[in-house]
């Protein structure tokens, strides 16, 4: 899948390489946390640098570093692209806690209701409400996936009661937050750590998606998976690509211009339905292993409902005291992805 079809009439009103002088061309170097095989690496990373490259006419190349292959952990891959280590990153906004206050808003549950597509569009439409949160790197793209389901190693999960006690891996600050408030233990981990910790049995499963699990294997690990009624999930995890400002600065307008209309919301709804599609194969790899995903009863839903709006609240309270107006953020974030549905 390519971002080609939505971007050629941005890049033709562009007038990119209409009589001005080149400058050098430029090799940007971009690192990310997940192996090679990973969808995001294979589909939306090194589709995005193909097509930049194009667009460009090749004065653009990208070189992709997967797995932290230039070195670091995870957590560290902000702090690479901020002071220019490299030069694109790709990265999970949880991996930083409290970096990204603001940002944190839609991956709460009842904000994010189980759409990668909604939520990817609502965060890139909504970028001027978050750009403090980004005053130190050049956004390219927000996104998330389509939601975090409860995976188990250890048992099923079919009511709230059933949680309590479970060690479970979170994605970020708010995904501990679900997890605590269903009476379960988090554990902080980056998510290629996973299937050892579950393997061992340091944690008993995780908040993750479906879309993970080939590249993980958790289909050899999980024996449940549990969601949601009517598709929603315990909240999502938000992505960025960004770019060093530097880096970005560096380049002529031209090649400035080749990055603008590849970024935000020039690319936001093809990204966030390929995000939609990377679904299907963890599901396939599940069903591979006689796993098939248990959805909770509409009155188990309306307890995990109730314990998901605490969470919100939660974080209202948290980021008013930091001098950030969190309910009017709920509203404005609700309001963007239902406008996005």
């Known amino acids: 899948m390519t971002f080609k079809s939505a971007l050629l009439g941005t890049l033709a009103s562009c007038a990119l390489f209409a009589g001005s002088a080149k400058a050098e061309d430029v090799t940007l170097?971009?690192?990310?946390?997940l192996s090679p095989a990973a969808n995001a690496h294979k589909l939306m990373l090194q589709g995005w640098a193909d097509d930049v490259t194009e667009a460009s006419d090749g004065r653009i190349k990208v070189e992709i570093f997967p797995a932290m292959s230039m070195g670091g952990k995870p957590g560290e891959l902000y702090s690479q692209v901020r002071d220019g280590t490299a030069d694109i990153v790709w990265t999970l906004l949880g991996y930083t806690p409290g970096v990204f206050p603001r940002t944190e808003v839609f991956e709460l549950p009842t904000v994010h209701r189980g759409s990668a597509a909604a939520t990817t569009q609502a965060l890139n439409a909504s970028f001027d409400l978050l750009a403090d949160d980004f005053k130190d790197i050049k956004v390219l793209f927000l996104h998330t996936h389509d939601g975090n389901l409860i995976h188990s190693a250890t048992k099923p999960v079919e009511t709230l009661d059933d949680v309590a006690g479970m060690k479970l891996r979170t994605p970020g600050r708010t995904g501990a937050w679900v997890i605590e408030g269903m009476g379960a233990e988090p554990v902080a981990m980056p998510v290629p750590a996973l299937p050892e910790a579950m393997s061992k049995g340091v944690v008993d499963?995780?908040?993750?998606?479906?879309e993970i699990v080939p590249a993980l294997k958790l289909q050899e690990l999980d024996k449940y998976v549990t969601e949601l009624p009517d598709g929603d999930r315990f909240g999502t995890a938000v992505f960025m690509l960004a770019m060093n400002k530097d880096t970005y600065a560096g380049l002529d307008d031209e090649l400035k211009a080749v990055i603008d209309a590849h970024a935000l919301t020039n690319v936001s709804a093809e990204i966030g339905q390929m995000w939609e599609g990377f679904e299907?194969?963890?599901l396939d790899a599940l069903a591979g292993k006689g796993i098939t995903p248990t959805v909770v009863s509409a009155e188990e839903g309306a307890k995990f409902e109730a314990m998901n709006q605490a969470v919100v609240d939660r974080w209202i309270e948290d980021v008013t005291?930091?001098?950030?107006?969190?309910a009017a953020l709920v509203d404005a974030a609700r309001a963007a992805v239902n406008a996005a549905q």
């Open 29 to 33: 170097l971009m690192h990310h946390f």
């Open 205 to 210: 499963g995780a908040l993750t998606t479906y």
């Open 280 to 282: 299907q194969s963890g």
């Open 321 to 326: 005291a930091q001098g950030i107006d969190g």
